[in-house]
């Protein structure tokens, strides 16, 4: 058990609903975000690695993405602020498979454990191709974080939640990612398969929005990953007080639970 995963899973033994806030890196005051946020009771914090290319992400992310991106930031520039920054919650650096291979899964994963970054979320590496850097990333005590959607079958749900470390990611509903109106059914259908096939940490992310959705799934998981709804109030100015806000929201709404 890694340093993500024994943390949340303290957490939850504790009987305390995870939250896990989505930044994107290199976004103007991302640093200072993270510290707020991390006050304001997150648990871990999943920060974005920008690409040209984000197929996971919906429009607010990929606007962050790019802005990040224009302003010359680069993989190392966000490796060195988050050794610099030495953050008090687990870091799990989100991107996606070019940028992993581009460097080689070695290499990578020793650049990973040696900023103190816990663990890796790849969601274009498919579970079938993921061997190698699964192994590279062990090896260096990063931990990789599988996701499991909707649509998976009960049998690779259950090598899903083998082979993932830290926690195991539920997408709450098939698409990108982003604000939603309302909760998908998907969203605790999926909390509730993968509750069954593991004990680890099950986290439901894409499309939970607010305080009152954070809850609802959170009845069925362990706890939520919210991006897009503290994404977008920071692109629309919101500096380190209303990321704040916004987490101690959502703890609030968690800890009614």
């Not at 090598?159 to 709450?172: L, P, T």
């Amino acid at each position: 058990m890694g340093v993500l995963e024994e943390a949340l899973s303290k957490k939850k033994s504790a009987g305390r609903k995870l939250l896990v806030p989505y930044v994107c890196g290199g976004l103007e005051g991302w640093v200072e975000t993270i510290h707020a946020i991390t006050e304001a009771g997150a648990d871990a914090i999943e920060v974005g690695i920008p690409f040209s290319d984000p197929i996971m992400d919906g429009p607010v992310i990929q606007e962050a993405s790019q802005k990040a991106l224009e302003a010359g930031v680069t993989p190392a520039s966000i490796f060195t602020e988050i050794r610099r920054a030495g953050f008090s919650v687990p870091i799990a650096a989100m991107t996606y498979y070019n940028i992993v291979h581009h460097a080689g899964h070695e290499r990578f994963a020793k650049v990973l454990a040696d900023c103190g970054v816990a663990a890796s979320i790849i969601p274009d590496l498919q579970l079938d191709e993921a061997a190698d850097w699964i192994r590279n990333a062990d090896e260096n005590a990063v931990e990789n974080v599988l996701l499991a959607a909707p649509s998976t079958h009960e049998d690779r749900l259950r090598r899903i939640a083998e082979n993932s470390r830290g926690f195991v990611y539920g997408i709450g509903l098939m698409g990108v990612t982003g604000e939603r109106t309302s909760l998908a059914d998907s969203a605790s259908e999926i909390a509730r398969r993968l509750k069954a096939c593991t004990d680890k940490p099950v986290l439901i992310g894409i499309g939970v929005s607010n305080a009152e959705q954070a809850a609802a799934v959170s009845r069925v998981s362990d706890g939520v990953i919210v991006g897009s709804a503290l994404v977008r109030r920071l692109l629309q100015g919101g500096g380190s007080q209303v990321a704040f806000d916004f987490i101690r929201e959502l703890r609030d709404g968690l800890d009614s639970v």
